[in-house]
């Protein structure tokens, strides 16, 4: 069936507006902004990162929690509200949520606003999967949990984190190959945003965090530990 011009422009400009808002929805950098209220320049403390985890080295484990919160928020609101809102035409929602849900994802990494330099996307990923099947997040959770008790590699976790998504998503979805490439897209960018640290853990140089259910405490300014920032 031809589709005219007047049909194709109803059908584009509201998946665009979707997407453009999925993506400055996803650049909204709230750890910076947090370290920002506390006279904080959150790029030249820790590891330079605006993700949670540096938010949390820099301004302690409530701050750095909040801020991993409201990345989580922002990759799921797309998936969850956008994508339904818009009307789809021939798009199929599903299709529409995993292009949000990947545009978010793309925001925090690389955020408009400052200068396209972002975190290393994997809390608003995890958002973003939740939005379309929580017992995905579950089981990748689950991955995450084992390796950081284990090996206390916090940028290990995230990358075995990252490549049982499209496992997850191939197990729970056989037949849905929108899900599938999102999740596979996810890992791709969370491995590559995660190659300072596969670098440094193959030279035995990774730094492990300290205890994971310890009381966290701001970061001195200057402390150039790296560790995987969200």
């Known amino acids: 069936m031809l589709i005219d011009s007047g049909e194709a422009q109803s059908f584009v400009i509201p998946i665009g507006a979707a997407l453009a808002a999925a993506y400055l929805l996803g650049a909204l ?3 910076f902004l947090f370290a920002r209220m506390k006279g904080v320049d959150l790029r030249a403390v820790g ?3 605006i993700g949670a985890t540096n938010t949390m080295r820099a301004l302690g484990r409530g701050w750095g929690l909040t801020a991993f919160f409201l990345d989580f928020a922002k990759g799921w609101l797309p998936v969850a509200a956008i994508a339904p809102a818009v009307a789809l035409g021939e798009l199929d929602l599903r299709a ?8 978010a994802v793309l925001g925090h990494c690389f955020p408009v606003y400052l200068g396209f330099r972002g975190g290393k996307g ?4 995890c958002g973003a999967i939740v939005g379309l099947d929580p017992v995905m997040f579950l089981g990748a959770g689950l991955v995450w949990i084992a390796v950081m008790l284990t090996l206390r590699y916090v940028g290990l976790a995230s990358i075995l984190m990252g490549a049982a998504f499209p496992v997850l998503a191939w197990w729970r979805h056989p037949e849905d190959d929108a899900t599938l490439v999102g999740a596979s897209l ?3 960018l969370i491995v590559v945003r995660h190659r300072a640290n596969i670098k440094r853990m193959l030279a035995g140089t990774e730094p492990r965090p300290g205890p994971i259910f310890g009381r966290g405490r701001p970061a001195p300014e200057g402390d150039d530990t790296e560790g995987s920032d969200d």
Do not use: E
Not at 96 to 103: H, K
Not at 122 to 125: K, L
């Open 96 to 103: 529409l949520q995993v292009m949000c849900g990947t545009a």
């Open 186 to 188: 996810l890992t791709l």
């Open 47 to 49: 590891s330079g990162n």
């Open 29 to 31: 950098p709230f750890g």
């Open 122 to 125: 994997v809390a608003t990923g």
